[in-house]
């Protein structure tokens, strides 16, 4: 089996935003999590892009032009909660530029209900989302029973869960019905949004998923041999995010990492256990409420209704828009003569395996005299 390309895009400056104070998101866990992902070395194993920042006209792809030129009006007197551009859609509308069926998988802790709204008509998408559902959790949507609409129908695909969900009980209903879904969909890329705020001891969640667990879903996907975008999503307590998406990115590109965490400007906040899979206490109110026949029957209804779609929808003639961000308008800076490799082609360099020098500058060679250190 070939190995595996791995893309990673990730813009230094976007950890150093700030919703206020008591405002749940983060956005330092990005910058947290990146530093994790370089202290292990994983950012090795992978091609390094830095995704340029959108414009209103790309935002406008899904969102209307009054959306967005209301967005622009936004203070932080007035703003509220989260998720105010769905980038997830403008990605899969990109997608499906040049497949023609994306699944979206959502193991975010609350209902992908905006990915489900964008695509709920059409068989291009199936989504399927697990999430918690009932006594008036956020957002209040994803009965089993929305299943999508006119040329969507049965393309909504949505298991609802209770509180407390364990490792063991997630993956007994997660790979059931993605292997199903993958059997009658058939997709050729595939759009994975992995919220940690499944995890044990989230600020706004409630299910009790291990690092391991929710990696092991993560892992699942991977060894489909699909094409696929690997998102990140909720996860409100910052350590445990850093934790997931890290573990989860060195799933991604086969390496195994060591459970103590390396030492980096962060450490204090993985205190006192500094490990990378640190023991879940779950309080009593958090007990798992998800029988084993209750996953059976959705698991069982979720499969039920697969068959009422039609087998790997085709795609008729129709015009392909252009791309995304054409060649002509990417910005490139000019190369430096005396740098022999730029930090753009370093970062999209990948370590093989079998490498034994650290970098270029790592050689067996002996300094000249002049140069030693006295």
Request: charged share 25%.
């Amino acid at each position: 089996m070939t190995q595996q390309r791995v893309a990673y895009f990730y813009n230094p400056d976007v950890g150093n935003f700030h919703y206020g104070p008591g405002h749940p998101m983060k956005p330092h866990r990005l910058a947290v999590t990146h530093c994790l992902v370089l202290k292990y070395g994983l950012h090795k194993k992978m091609q390094i892009y830095k995704p340029y920042r959108a414009s209103a006209h790309d935002m406008c792809r899904f969102h209307s032009e009054d959306y967005i030129e209301f967005l622009q009006n936004v203070t932080p007197q007035n703003i509220q909660r989260f998720c105010y551009v769905n980038d997830i859609v403008i990605a899969i509308l990109e997608l499906l530029k040049y497949h023609p069926r994306v699944l979206y998988i959502d193991i975010d802790v609350h209902h992908g209900d905006g990915v489900q709204e964008a695509f709920y008509l059409t068989d291009r998408v199936m989504t399927v989302s697990f999430h918690k559902y009932g006594n008036y959790f956020f957002p209040g949507t994803g009965d089993m029973y929305e299943i999508g609409a006119e040329s969507g129908r049965y393309y909504s695909v949505n298991v609802p869960l209770k509180e407390g969900i364990d490792d063991q009980s997630y993956i007994q209903v997660f790979k059931p019905v993605i292997s199903y879904v993958m059997e009658w969909y058939q997709p050729t890329a595939i759009v994975l949004q992995c919220g940690a705020d499944s995890l044990a001891g989230d600020r706004l969640g409630c299910f009790s998923l291990s690092t391991r667990g929710h990696g092991e879903c993560v892992n699942f996907v991977k060894n489909l041999n699909v094409p696929t975008l690997v998102v990140g999503g909720g996860g409100y307590t910052l350590r445990n995010v850093a934790r997931c998406w890290t573990y989860e990115t060195s799933l991604l590109v086969d390496e195994q990492i060591s459970n103590e965490l390396p030492y980096n400007e962060y450490l204090e906040f993985f205190a006192p256990d500094l490990q990378l899979h640190p023991e879940i206490s779950r309080p009593e109110s958090t007990n798992n409420a998800n029988s084993k026949a209750y996953l059976e029957a959705i698991t069982k209804y979720v499969c039920d209704n697969l068959k009422m779609c039609q087998h790997s929808p085709a795609v008729q003639m129709t015009h392909i828009p252009g791309d995304f961000f054409p060649e002509d308008y990417r910005i490139k800076d000019e190369p430096d003569p005396d740098v022999r490799i730029s930090q753009d082609d370093a970062d999209k360099m990948v370590e093989p395996k079998n490498e034994f020098y650290e970098d270029e500058k790592d050689n067996d060679k002996e300094l000249p005299p002049e140069i030693k250190d006295p």
